[in-house]
């Protein structure tokens, strides 16, 4: 599919290129025979981890917002995306080139409505219509390659357990299986919530009064278990209701944690009394304090920022 007249092509960017094609040509020869013991017995399986560990480095910086260390972060990651490409040349299987070109046609089939295809340029208007047209397009793409067909298809058991029950109450949402967006809705979800509270409180005390017949404790653990889970499960469709990422919400809740911990720390060690010393009561003394000092007015983020959780429409 041709790209329109006015869109800028990063293929013509001869400086970008060199740059790329130097930083190929670097991992290429750290591969070789003669080149770095630890580069050159790697494989995709190994890399897995330090992927994974860039990426949260990635979004550590954005939260600091320091624009010089992300540049260096995000340098990071496309190593890691260029080193899995050689392995893969080596193996045969694909090269660097198969990437991006592969990327390239994806963004192009998925923008009809941006790069040209007859009647459909520029005729979506707002994001909840490119997110169905996207997701009509995939669906279109699975079944054309016999893949199954489910909503919930997609969605990687890999991600981080917040964020992989966001995304799938997402996906069911797209048809339809949802709470109704409205004041009746919010109210029914906190019913829910508090439904799955009370039945973890029946189990905790059901467990505590069967654990004097001796029952096996894993099943005990499991109900336990189960219940917790669903409490979150159901925390995340408030979370999605009121459009926060509840997997960002977390991390930054317990960043705040660490700060004021850290300034508990400080402020007991100032007073020459290891925490290990300390009643609670003291403690709490030190954690108000400590919340005052750090106290200051939440920045107001772009809408697009707030209510689009990461990767809703992943690339």
């Known amino acids: 599919m041709p790209l329109k007249q006015d869109t800028p092509s990063v293929y013509s960017c001869a400086p970008m290129s060199e740059r790329f094609t130097k930083l190929v040509g670097l991992m290429a020869t750290l591969r070789a025979v003669n080149g770095c013991p630890w580069d050159r ?6 890399l897995k981890p330090y992927l994974l560990e860039e990426t949260y480095e990635v979004l550590e910086t954005i939260d600091q ?7 260096e972060e995000l ?12 392995i893969a040349a080596e193996a045969g299987t694909f090269t660097i080139d198969d990437v991006l070109d592969t990327l390239a046609d994806k963004l192009v089939r998925r923008h009809p409505h941006v790069f040209g295809n007859n009647d459909q340029t520029g005729t979506l208007t707002n994001g909840e219509q490119v997110l169905s047209q996207w997701e009509h397009i995939k669906r279109a793409e699975r079944e054309a390659a016999g893949g199954a067909l489910s909503a919930l298809d997609g969605v990687p058991k890999t991600l981080p357990a917040l964020l992989r029950a966001y995304q799938t109450q997402a996906r069911a ?3 339809g299986f949802d709470w109704p967006h409205n004041a009746a809705g919010l109210e029914q979800i906190f019913g829910k919530v508090a439904e799955e509270v009370g039945e973890l409180q029946e189990a905790l005390a059901k467990t505590s009064t069967e654990a004097e017949s001796a029952p096996n404790q894993s099943d005990r653990d499991a109900a336990i278990e189960s219940e917790l889970g669903d409490i979150l499960f159901s ?29 508990v720390e400080a402020q007991a060690a100032e007073n020459g009394t290891p925490l290990t010393d300390m009643t609670l009561a003291e403690m709490n003394l030190l954690w108000e304090e400590a919340k005052q000092r750090l106290a200051r007015p939440v920045e107001t983020e772009p809408e697009q920022t707030r209510t689009s959780p990461q990767k809703d429409v992943p690339l």
């Open 235 to 263: 925390l995340v469709n408030l979370a999605r209701f009121v459009k926060v990422n509840p997997e960002e919400a977390l991390r930054r809740s317990t960043n705040r944690f660490i700060d004021r911990f850290h300034l």
């Open 41 to 46: 017995k790697q494989t995709h399986d190994s």
């Open 173 to 175: 949402a797209r048809v």
């Open 65 to 71: 917002h320091d624009h010089s260390k992300l540049r």
């Open 75 to 86: 340098g990071d990651v496309l190593l890691q995306v260029i080193f899995h490409s050689q």
